[in-house]
């Protein structure tokens, strides 16, 4: 049973360009959260997706943006790259948001470096 | 912004002993997680705690959880090298289904 999987797990981007992270969730899951990990911080959330549609959403800005796939699969999508977007992008994958106190599975994530 | 205060923020001990981390937290909670992560690499799951709940074992992992003080502490017992890694407690808002909140964290590195 494959876990969490994120592609690519390693970018290099010039700053004003606009990347793509893809995420397929674990087997059975059918919710994808998103998290941003600065060096020496701990992980922020970006966004959560249920059912195609973004159900809430941390302190980000609308240059990043989202999208989830009928087969739960998901991708993070930030336009006009600044160089304090770099940073690790992790996903994380659970079972129906709506349900409390489930764990999250995540991915290894992508490190995201803007030059 | 993050929600948790870990203490301390780097722990340094000998195989064997045990290791504590300390996670402080400023609203109310459905449940706190702590979180393994190696190398600055995907996070692994280790136990989860439900408001309503005080104390949780798994293995060699002890995590106590005091709402009255908003502060949960994890214990790992008889340490390993493979320990070594930085850990990280997690929130789940009250009606904040699935949004975790993380502090952090802390850096542990055993010793052979």
């Known amino acids: 049973d494959a876990g969490v999987t994120q592609s690519p797990t390693h970018l290099i981007k010039t700053r004003g360009q606009q990347v793509t992270l893809r995420c397929s969730p674990k087997s059975g899951h059918d919710t994808v959260s998103w998290y941003q990990q600065a060096l020496g911080q701990g992980p922020q959330f970006i966004f959560q997706y249920y059912e195609e549609e973004e159900r809430q959403r941390g302190n980000f800005p609308d240059r990043f943006s989202g999208h989830q796939f009928p087969n739960y699969s998901s991708e993070l999508n930030v336009n006009a790259l600044l160089l304090g977007d770099s940073a690790l992008y992790l996903c994380?994958?659970?079972?129906?948001?709506?349900?409390?106190?489930?764990?999250?599975?995540f991915g290894q994530g992508t490190r995201l470096t803007v030059v | 912004s993050q929600q948790g205060e870990e203490d301390p923020q780097a722990l340094s001990i000998q195989e064997g002993e045990n290791a504590t981390m300390n996670c402080s937290y400023k609203t109310s909670i459905n449940n706190l997680q702590w979180y393994r992560q190696n190398s600055g690499r995907g996070l692994v799951h280790l136990i989860l705690i439900r408001s309503n709940e005080r104390e949780k074992h798994s293995g060699r992992l002890r995590v106590t959880l005091d709402t009255s003080k908003k502060s949960s502490s994890l214990l790992i017992t008889a340490s390993r090298a493979a320990d070594t890694a930085s850990y990280f407690c997690?929130?789940?808002?009250?009606?904040?289904?699935?949004?975790?909140?993380f502090g952090q964290g802390t850096t542990l590195q055993v010793k052979p």
């Open positions: 997690a929130t789940e808002g009250a009606g904040n289904t699935g949004k975790l909140i």
């Open positions: 994380a994958s659970s079972l129906d948001y709506a349900r409390r106190d489930t764990e999250a599975f």
